[in-house]
């Protein structure tokens, strides 16, 4: 008996299209074979018990029972149609002769897929409920109820088993509920309804079948599924396309199997599932439904699956470095840089004017653009090796960083206005010291590097998204080489402009129009102060604003008395002590969270909140997805939304071909979207997804036109 056992587990192992089969060759058969050979020692853990909803039998009342198969992890059994493998579940029971028990149902099973064949079963705990009927006067005062399970338990390998289960109940005359009586009533709940629905029909053409729900008869949201009873029916493997039509009717388009085509008969029988199932909020139908030769299109409508999204650009490491080389030239050109960069044309022109050599200036320029992009990618794989999914941009995305950068930006404002000087005179009230106390210098071109790439990483110049993308998904060394590739792009034309002064020639004579040209530069710095407190407006509270206010007009007030000091016009340490310390207090205390917003993100007029189910829902109602990954600090998406989203004949091509439009917000932090971002190869914002109707996606370029956008909306209908 246990080789004929062992020769049925090898059969069975086979049937389910194990990994060594699949290896194929004679290793294939013969490792297949070994495994089922040692299927004795490695029995299934599959146990059956019976359960009653009541404590006994009542005559001539519903008396509900049920089956319960207990599953190990991993293991898993079959439903009535196994699918491309394996063996249906088989009920046998011994029951008195006065009480007839009804067949064992099956809830809807769980599609499972091992090494591309399909298959349909059950794992964890299974319940099937069955009714005893007990007449009105049964004999005896008790009932023994037995059943014997066979199945076909499957892990790594595949093996029959077989259990058996009894349960003694008394005859009462009203029902009790027993502790099993929850467990018996949610399993009924999940069992497919035994109703017909009107109009249910299907119709096939070569190998090609649709099932059409009509809307009258019984509602589809999102989902439709069907489990066939009919074996070699279908190709399992190819994936239902589901599509929904605006007034509410419903098709499942599958593929039938070449010789059932030829020959499939006048009815199909199976379980149609909705939304889920009665498990996830919709329903089950066992449906049994004509089947009739027609017509059948096949239409690109939504699968129902989001496509995994494959790069037109095969991106390796020498194209990383060079996108990230380009990608840091043209940031200098990007708007959220230009702040920081005119700091470094002040720092020339000064220079210039004192005579120094250019060459220091942008040696350390570049210094602190590379140490500062090295530290940056550094702490961004160190966090990742720990698991938190972050992307180019993430210092940002904490308010506490973005307060700080508010106080720095106030100050650097305040100094080119002449407020205040920055020096490292050790005797503040001598305004000879003062004035004589170095105020650029190298050191003040390596800080100027040092806050660019801080200040840069809000921006996403061309190249730039493929290159970080691919960087944060290498191992360290890789990584750290595109990053400084990135920095060694944004630092090379201010190190030409110091390597070769020749430049300079060209600027006029040292004279009033500098303390000009430094106010004037003050006006983009004030400016980021006012673009930073918006970004900082969207991820703390009105409180939290309030205070970011008072800790900027306490800077305010302590640089100008610093100010007073050095030019020897009076001092008050103790209040410029104050101001400051208070100033530093407040980048403190946001840094708590105690004044964070919720990252919830509502919608704004035809812009609704972006979620994976909100793109799914808005295919299956057959409509196009366009989608804006964005953050508040990320001033390439704010200049987008301005040169393009915003405009009048983009909205107006959005509403004339139906787009739903929706906005991921990633001013702060949000997994999700993270994770969305390593999809499409993207390591930071702007990312823009053109989802068509049937689920293709396209991702459009960084920087947007209006031409850009309407002509990849356009392509939804040609």
């Not at 490491?317 to 996108?323: D, G, K, M």
């Not at 970011?548 to 009076?570: D, F, H, I, N």
């Not at 997805?625 to 964005?630: A, W």
Request: one cysteine or more; glycine letters at 10%.
């Amino acid at each position: 008996m246990g080789s004929v056992r062992t020769w049925i587990a090898a059969a069975a192992a086979l049937l389910t299209g194990s990994a060594a089969m699949a290896a194929g060759g004679n290793a294939g058969w013969l490792s297949t074979l070994d495994r089922a050979a040692s299927a004795e020692a490695q029995k299934p853990t599959v146990t059956v018990r019976l359960a009653a909803e009541n404590r006994g039998l009542t005559p001539q009342a519903d008396n509900r029972l049920a089956v319960v198969l207990e599953h190990e992890p991993g293991w898993h059994t079959y439903w009535l149609m196994p699918g491309d493998a394996g063996l249906p579940t088989r009920f046998a029971f011994t029951n008195p002769r006065d009480i007839t028990l009804s067949t064992p149902r099956f809830p809807v099973p769980e599609k499972l897929i091992t090494q591309g064949m399909v298959s349909f079963g059950y794992g964890g705990r299974t319940v099937f409920p069955f009714e005893a009927e007990v007449p009105r006067f049964p004999e005896g005062r008790s009932a023994t109820i037995r059943v014997h399970v066979e199945f076909l338990a499957c892990k790594d390998v595949c093996v029959p088993g077989e259990g058996d289960a009894e349960i003694t109940l008394p005859y009462n005359v009203a029902p009790k509920p027993s502790p099993d009586a929850d467990l018996v009533a949610g399993a009924i709940s999940l069992i497919p309804e035994a109703a017909s629905i009107d109009g249910l029909k299907a119709v096939y053409e070569d190998n090609r079948l649709r099932i059409d729900l009509p809307a009258a008869s019984v509602g589809v949201e999102k989902s439709l599924s069907f489990f066939p009873l009919a074996e070699r029916a279908f190709v399992l493997a190819d994936e239902p396309v589901f599509a929904r039509d605006k007034d509410g009717s419903s098709s499942l388009l599958m593929t039938l199997d070449p010789e059932y085509a030829k020959a499939p008969g006048e009815r199909l029988s199976g379980v149609l599932v909705a939304d889920g199932g009665p498990s996830g909020g919709g329903w089950a139908v066992e449906a049994d439904m004509p089947l009739v030769r027609g017509t059948v299109s096949a239409p690109p409508v939504f699968s129902g699956v989001l496509p995994a999204f494959e790069a037109q650009v095969s991106v390796t490491t020498l194209t990383a470095l060079v996108f990230a080389f380009l990608g840091g030239l043209i940031l200098n050109l990007m708007p959220c840089v230009f702040p920081i960069l005119s700091l470094k044309i002040l720092q020339l022109v000064e220079g210039y004017r004192r005579g120094e050599r250019l060459l220091p200036h942008g040696i350390a320029f570049t210094a602190g653009v590379l140490l500062t992009m090295t530290a940056l990618a550094g702490l961004l794989l160190a966090l990742r090796g720990v698991g938190m999914a972050l992307g180019w941009g993430f210092q940002l995305q904490s308010p506490w960083v973005v307060a700080f950068l508010i106080i720095l930006f106030v100050a650097i404002t305040l100094n080119l206005f002449g407020v205040f000087e920055f020096t490292a005179a050790s005797h503040l009230a001598d305004s000879r010291a003062a004035r004589s106390a170095p105020k650029s210098g190298a050191g003040s071109s390596f800080f100027t590097g040092v806050l660019a790439v801080i200040v840069a990483s809000p921006c996403t110049a061309p190249f730039m998204g493929a290159a970080l993308g691919y960087a944060v998904t290498q191992p360290a060394f890789e990584a750290l080489a595109v990053f400084v590739s990135l920095g060694l792009g944004m630092a090379l034309p201010w190190l030409l402009l110091c390597v070769f002064p020749a430049w300079s020639k060209f600027l006029p004579k040292p004279g009033a129009w500098m303390d000009i040209f430094r106010k004037v530069m003050a006006v983009p710095m004030a400016l980021a102060v006012v673009w930073l407190a918006w970004v900082l407006s969207k991820q703390v509270s009105l409180n939290g604003m309030l205070l970011m206010a008072a800790a900027s007009g306490a800077t305010t007030v302590a640089l100008w008395l610093l100010g007073r000091e050095q030019w020897g016009r009076g001092s008050n340490r103790i209040l410029m002590g104050v101001m400051g310390v208070s100033a530093a207090a407040v980048v403190g205390v946001i840094a708590t969270g105690e004044f964070d917003r919720d990252g919830t993100v509502a919608g704004r007029g035809d812009w609704q909140p972006w979620s994976e189910n909100a793109v799914k829902a808005a295919l299956t109602e057959g409509h196009p997805v366009f989608v804006d990954f964005t953050a508040a600090w990320c001033v390439t998406c704010q200049a987008n939304k301005l040169a393009a989203l915003n405009r009048d004949e983009v909205q107006e091509k959005f509403r004339e071909l139906g787009y739903v439009l929706l906005v991921g917000d990633w001013t702060n932090r949000d997994p999700a979207i993270t994770e969305v971002l390593a999809q499409f190869g993207r390591s930071g914002v702007p990312l823009y997804l053109v989802y068509r109707s049937d689920g293709r996606v396209e991702v459009l370029p960084e920087l947007l036109t209006p031409g850009i956008v309407i002509e990849a909306l356009e392509k939804q209908v040609r």
